[in-house]
């Protein structure tokens, strides 16, 4: 991983110090065969951020996602890359917007097990705003729908979505949303 102790420092000084959590999560052999595919420049994690806009928060999905499935966007940082240059790369590419970050929110340290295969991971969660832009899926190899929903829908049947898709990676993805928006103060959030 590129991103070292120091770097996470910094960010902690300019936007808080986030939740830490520390665990393993099993996945299927197929999700960690994609988890290692994105490994490029021995990449070990990703930079979420959830974009407030109104009362809405902006989402997206991705062409492999089954239907009624949205998350957070977010990605990797390039090596040498700042937090804030990479953030606003992934934003603009994923949603259109330009984004300023606001606070470091949960920061997951999590290893990715199936089988005998393990992934060390750390997902490294911040709250945004839009500064401008207009809504709309940029990288459309990557993402095939960017739209604001409500904190009801994020937390209803967009979860609920993502819980039967059976997809331990959803299931992981449901469990940082549910952290950020405790975090966050969100009323309806659903922290375990």
Known sequence: MFIGSETVRSWEV????PRTYRFRHEV????I???IASQKNRRAHDITFFISEGENIVAIAKHNYPPGIYRAPGGGLEPGESLEAGAGREAKEETGLDIELER???????????????VDWTTHVFSARSTGGYLYARDKKEISEVRKVTLQ???GPIRQAMLDSRRRLMAYRVWLTDETLAELGAAGSQRP
Request: hydrophobic share 35%; net charge neutral; glycine share 10%.
């Open 14 to 17: 300019r936007y808080g110090t």
């Open 28 to 31: 299927s052999i197929g999700e």
């Open 33 to 35: 065969t994609m988890i």
């Open 104 to 118: 470091y929110l949960v920061r997951a340290e999590v290893q990715f097990y199936a089988g005998e295969k393990t």
């Open 153 to 155: 829908q994020l937390q």
